[in-house]
Structures are given as structure tokens and as C-alpha cells.
């Protein structure tokens, strides 16, 4: 079994690391250093990073404008606490968002460090919100199968990522979160029906959820708009946000999207819900790519609606954080967001997202055991099956998504794995997520490496499986 992690004692001598790793067994890499597309190893190797981590980073690695913001930003002051002050990068770095954000409705950006925060900030605003219009019968959320939101507890209960979820069953979930389907077409389409019918079927689900709980008793839907490392980048079906948005106004309920990965530009439109029709959600949350990893941030966007009702009632959340719109994280989103105007990549990744579409289908589309390649700008995902024809997945002890993901390092490209696809068991992906800053070149360097590794594991399989 390939590992594209190197074991404790393998590694360094013996000394045992202070640092929790992700795993007790095995070590990451040290990295050095890294520069546009390219990290670089302490033993001098070079990857590609073809997936940013987990999305984050949106220009790439070393970016000098950014440094020297955050630089003189530390420069100028750290820390302020928001109860008092406030520094010009949260004041510069919540206006030019929601210009961006203002047409759809959003109105008002608050800045917490983690897209977990986020989702549980957002969540009690959503409550707020409710609270302070008399409504204290809303208690639920609805939120979907195979969803990711993060790991802190509001985030964790409304996520369905199974293994991250069963060792807190009964103690640290919220009770009150009940799921829907996912937007899902490639295992939820059925073979008779059209995309259309597919997503009128989806959206009457979540009407007949919400009508199960007794809609009256319900605060809000969560969904990220494009689902990320849970299903790998499952785009909707046309017209499903639109119906969705329309079944949560029939009840007041709202609607909270959760973009910390596919927002921020990654899906060739800052907004990944841009090109989904008429849907304004009540709430929005940014993370991963806002900061693109030079600092720990993440935001949420307020839709005026939501103010407004604050406004009138006790005119402030009730949620605080002392790091809350930190100012070297939010210069470095702000510096971030100047990159990303300036070079124009968020039109860029429209553009270049279907030439890496075609490549990568040109490359795998038809490969033995790939069994889809879904997404959109710079947020590929592929899912890897045994059988095309069934759509039957690997065993999970087979960790197709690991010897992808090895056999890539091993040819000097990063991309972001993961397993239990399907239902949070069963299932195979790897996800590409460039930075917004690579070259059709570099583009095509990732997929020429991503075919050479599935190459390489679909011949190691050959003698096993038949
Ligand atoms: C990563 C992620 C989160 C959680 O963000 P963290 O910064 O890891 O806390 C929330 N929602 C989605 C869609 C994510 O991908």
C-alpha cells in the first residue's frame, strides 16, 4: 500500500513529534517554502499544489502583496477589540465585499477565523433573527446529506460527514437538525427524468421536510451551494436554488449558504450561487479562499433583511469573539480580494476553468474507473467507481482515494482526497483545486500528472481486480 506520508520512525530518529498530527501513525511533510503553484520539501522536492489544501489557496503561495500588507499592518497595530475600535482593514475589507455581494442583498460582513465559527455564528444569527421577531417556536435546522460545515458543534450538527461525526453521537450533536437529500445527480438522478424534473423533485423533498417538522418550527436551510469535500464539488441541478429559495419564503424560513469553499471566486463567479437564478440567501458564509492562507479568516455576509429586523429589535448579535475582524487577517483578505480584482481572476477562472474541464476529460473522461468529473471554474471534482456501467464503488478497504492521492504526490502534485462519497462510506474522489493564478501550462502539468498517477494505480489494481 503506497503512503504518501512518511511513518514516525522512518522519519528524523526517534524523537516523537509535540505537535498532534492529523494521524498518531503517520507524518506529514515539512514544508519549506512556497512560491506561486509550487511548494517545496525539506528534502529539496518540489510538489504542485493542485488543490491549495482543502481550496484555500485562491492566488497561490508567496504572494509579496500580500505579505507586505499583512506586514504593515502589524506594522501600524494587532490587535484592537472590536467593542471599542475598529481598524480600516475590517472597515476596507467588509465594504469591498459587499459591493460585490450588495446586489444579491447582502449588506453587512462580520469576520470570525474559521469557516466552523462562521457556520455557528451564522446559525445563531439565524435563530436571532427569529428571536427578535417573537418567533421563539423556530428551534430547527433542515440541512442535507453529505455535507460538510465544519467541525465545531452548531457546524458539526448540521453536517452529515459521517466519520467525523459518530464519535459525538449522543453527547455533542444538536438534536434539532433534520436532512434532505443533496443535490447529488449522479447517484440521485434517476435514469427517466430530466434535470429539471430532478431538481422539482429535490426542492418538493425539502418542502415535504419542512412540512414534516411543521414549518412554523423551522429557522433555517443550510446548504453549501456547491458541495465540497464530502461529495467532491457536486454542482445543483438547474433551477434547484431558485425552487429552494422559494419553498423557504413560503414558511419564512431562511436560507443560509455556505460557500467557505466553492465561494470566494473558485467556481469562475466571486459568489458560487451567481449563476443558480434568482437566489438571494438570507445569510452567506466565506472562509478557505477569503484569506487564501495567509491568515486564518472567515466571514459572514448579512442580507439587509436579517439587519434590518436586528436594527429594530435589540440592534446588536448577541455573539462576540475576541479575535473577531482581527486586523493582519483581514489586511490579508483584503490584499487577497485587491489581487483578485486586479488581475481580474475570478473572470479568468471562467474562462481557463473550461479549458481545465476539457483537459481533464480528455485525460480521464473515459478511464476504466472513473465514474464522473464534475465541477466548475477551478473546483473539479472526480469520482472514482470500480464499475462505470453500475456505478459500483471500490471497497472502502481498497483506499482508492489514497493511492490516487499517493501515487500524485509521488509525481510531485497535491491533490485533496477523500473517501465515503457516496453516503460518508462507500464512495472514492480526488479534488483539484488550482489556484486562480495558474497558466493553461501549469493547468495542463497538473492533469498530465493527475493521468500518469490514475495510470499508474488503475495497472497496480489490474492484477487484483477484476
Ligand atoms: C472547510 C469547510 C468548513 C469549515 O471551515 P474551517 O475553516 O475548517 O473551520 C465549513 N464549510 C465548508 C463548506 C467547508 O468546506
Redesign the pocket.
Known sequence: MPSSTVSYTAQNGTREPGLMHRSLLERPHQVVSGSGIYLTLADGSRIIDGCGG?AVAVIGHGNKEVKEAIIQQYSDVAYVHTMTYTTSSAEELANELTELSKPFGLTKAFFVC????A?DATMKLARQYHFENGQLQRTKFVSRRQA????TIG?MSVSSNLPRKIPYEGALLLDNVSYVSPAYAYHGQKDNETEDQYAARLVQELDDEFQRQGPETVIAFVA?TVG??TAACITPPRGYFAGVRKVCDKYGILLIL?E???GSGRMGTYFAFEPEGDVRPDLL?L??GLGGGYAPI?GILISQRVVDVLAKGSASFVHGQTYQAHPAGCAAALAVQRVLKREDLVAKCHTKGAFLEKRLRSALGDAKYVGEIRGRGFFWGIEYVQDRASKRPFKPEVKFHKRIHAAAHDRGLAIYPGAGTIDGINGDHSILAPPLTATEEELEEMVRLLKEAYDAVEEELGSTMK
Not at 474559521?114 to 465559527?117: A, D, H, P, T
Open positions: 482543502a474559521s469557516g466552523s465559527e457556520m460538510y460545515h465544519g467541525g457546524a453549501e465540497g469535500a455556505d467557505v469553499m466553492c458564509t472562509g478557505k472567515a
